[in-house]
Nanobody, 120 residues
Framework: QVQLVESGGGLVQAGGSLRLSCEAS????????MGWYRQVPGKERELVAS???????NYADSAKGRFTISRDNAKNTVYLQMSSLKPEDTALYYC??????????????WGQGTQVTVSS
């Protein structure tokens, strides 16, 4: 059982920046692959960025060059540094934790989300 708590969302003007944080309750946080997703009304949740337990990162095309995902295993925390924000980045951002056990069963955990609103 993993609980995730996001923070750092808010209102920012276009061109500004925000840093989202997600703290996990997992005892062995380092074994989880982590990700940030976002969702707007009427659309499906989409992956923004992910980082594996080994540190490999992946970004949505819309986030490349502007967003950076990182993790601090000592703090059980994953971050999403967002720069050059655009109004289209406005969404509810969710933190995700995932791991696959020896039987190849995947365990998925989600936070409650933090709202990011970018004004023009």
């Amino acid at each position: 059982q993993v609980q995730l708590v996001e923070s750092g969302g808010g209102l920012v003007q276009a061109g500004g920046s925000l840093r989202l944080s997600c703290e996990a309750s997992a005892i062995i946080f380092s074994i989880y692959d982590m990700g940030w997703y976002r969702q707007v009304p009427g659309k499906e949740r989409e992956l923004v960025a992910s980082i594996t337990s080994g540190g490999s990162t992946n970004y949505a095309d819309s986030a490349k060059g502007r967003f950076t995902i990182s993790r601090d295993n000592a703090k059980n925390t994953v971050y999403l540094q967002m720069s050059s924000l655009k109004p289209e980045d406005t969404a509810l951002y969710y933190c995700n934790a995932k791991r696959t056990n020896r039987n190849l069963r995947t365990y998925d955990y989600w936070g409650q989300g933090t709202q990011v609103t970018v004004s023009s």
